[in-house]
């Protein structure tokens, strides 16, 4: 079972970069799923949860109507559009997803029990 993220990068202040998570080994798709995002010396936050539907999200303040997650049941893939980039969103991102049982988007990291290794990105001022 694991996740794979990609997509991260360099981008000046205000680009744009596409993450992508993609599933393997099982399917995802009746999983809560979310993304995280670690700072050097900073704890994991939570950056962006997605319902087992796809309908449901929640977002914390600080990426809020700047950041889009999405998903692909079918293709067993997990998005998060970041647009507006700013410097402080500079971090290491994760894809994470929720046991089966869990229904609610959870903010917390340790609620979440499967987790890809993450990818890079880094915006410049």
């Known amino acids: 079972v694991q996740l794979q993220a990609s997509g991260g990068g360099s981008v000046q202040a205000g680009g744009s970069l596409r993450l992508s998570c993609a599933a393997s080994g099982r399917t995802f798709s009746s999983n809560v799923m979310g993304w995280f995002r670690q700072a050097p010396g900073k704890v994991r936050e939570f950056v962006a949860g997605i319902n087992r539907s796809g309908v449901g999200s929640n977002y914390p303040d600080s990426v809020k109507g700047r950041f889009t997650i999405s998903r692909d049941k079918d293709k067993n893939m997990l998005y998060l559009q970041m647009n507006s980039l700013k410097p402080e969103d500079t971090a290491v991102y994760y894809c994470?997803?929720?046991?089966?049982?869990?229904?609610?988007?959870?903010?917390?990291?340790?609620?979440?029990?499967?987790w890809g290794q993450g990818t890079q990105v880094t915006v410049s001022s």
């Open positions: 994470a997803a929720r046991k089966e049982s869990a229904v609610s988007i959870a903010t917390s990291r340790g609620l979440y029990d499967y």
